[in-house]
């Protein structure tokens, strides 16, 4: 099934592109390599890597995570529904492309807030045949708005178990804005057997200087897109209630990597955790 969003209409969401303005989501593809981005993302992009010079091994190394655990929930957790949240730009291997490889009757919903990933929505909604995706504009911090949407209700069925990606999105939730709570609002909503599956940048492999600096821009909030750096114990309390599944809470570049060819980089180059775990 091929849904197709219309990007002409008065008042779509592709109006409010700013491109003076940095975004998560186009900063990301620009790490990537894509080509989906401003010069405002790209000179920001330089900005981070100039301090975080690994930082484009980190994004790699997180798409990879993201594929291993839609994977593994696919093929030996049985998922047939995700809501992937923060999905970025449609880029390879996106989550409903990996899941449908394998089931090819899952159900993917994206959710993201940055009108380029709308206007790119056609290629995102590229289902197969037997499953389905669909895209809501919205943001995590509003729950509520994701939760009630009619096209989560009318490709998820909320009372089968569900997986919840929040990849590389949850630090870009200030602790002003509560981000435990929207994730404990959005598990709450789904039945036993669901997942959680989440990364988060991290500075505890930050030298102590940068560490400092990071904890200080973290607690002060800022605009979205400023990244919200927490330690290990800080990312586990996404996880209270749930049943991690091995290996548990890791680098996302050693998270169920034994079969992954070649050199891999150090948890310090990545810098972000990763984790998966089941609602009992």
Known sequence: MTTEVPVSDPGHPSDRIDTSVAHPARRYNYWLGGKDNFQADRESGDQMAALFPSIRISAVENR?????????????????????????????DNTHEVAQSIAPEARVVYVDNDPIVLAHARALLTSSAEGATAYIDADLRDPEKILGHPD??????????VALMLVAVLHFVPDGDDPYAAVTRLLDALPAGSFL?????????LPPQLAAEARIAARGGGPH???NLRGRDEFSRFFTGLDLIEP?????????????AGPRPTVAEVSMYGGVARKP
């Open 64 to 92: 990879r995570f993201l594929q291993r655990a839609v994977g593994h929930l696919a093929r030996e957790a049985g998922i047939r529904q995700f809501l992937d949240i923060g999905t970025g730009i449609p880029t390879a």
């Open 152 to 161: 989560l209700r009318r490709t998820l069925d909320l009372s089968r178990p």
């Open 197 to 205: 599956a989440a990364s988060h940048a991290t500075h505890d492999y």
């Open 225 to 227: 897109g400023v990244i």
């Open 248 to 260: 548990g809470i890791c680098s996302v570049s050693e998270w169920r990597a034994d079969e992954v």
